[in-house]
């Protein structure tokens, strides 16, 4: 069974920098195109950003191009995620997800993801 877990979450004031981490140590890492989705209170989960399997290809949802960069270590099974100039409408709890094995990073961007961690809240102060 596939387990991701997300680490890195925090508080941090408008403008600020956050790194988020996601683990998945059970898995062939490289053989899965992998993202991260984000879901705020009371609003759908969202896409954010997704990366190919073998790091060349990256994809970003609109809300935060030019502030957000994805990069994965495919030797350390390890997926990051840097956001930078964090904004308080990009609180919301992280998800790291992974997608089905072989398919494109841009399936993703359809919500189309096999597993799920459990989440990392992010929380950006006025």
């Known amino acids: 069974q596939v387990q991701l877990v997300e680490s890195g979450g925090g508080l941090v004031q408008a403008g600020g920098s956050l790194r988020l981490s996601c683990t998945a140590p059970?898995?062939?890492?490289?053989?899965?195109?992998m993202g991260w989705f984000r879901q705020a209170p009371g609003k759908e989960r969202e896409f954010v950003a997704s990366?190919?399997?073998?790091?060349?290809?990256?994809a970003y949802g609109d809300s935060v191009k030019g502030r957000f960069t994805i990069y994965r270590d495919n030797l350390r099974n390890t997926l990051s995620l840097q956001m930078d100039n964090l904004k308080p409408e990009d609180t919301a709890v992280y998800y790291c997800?992974?997608?089905?094995?072989?398919?494109?990073?841009?399936?993703?961007?359809?919500?189309?993801?096999?597993?799920w961690g459990r989440g990392t809240q992010v929380t950006v102060s006025s």
């Open positions: 997800a992974q997608s089905h094995r072989f398919r494109s990073y841009q399936d993703m961007a359809e919500n189309r993801v096999a597993a």
């Open positions: 059970n898995t062939t890492f490289s053989n899965y195109a």
């Open positions: 990366i190919s399997r073998n790091a060349l290809d990256t």
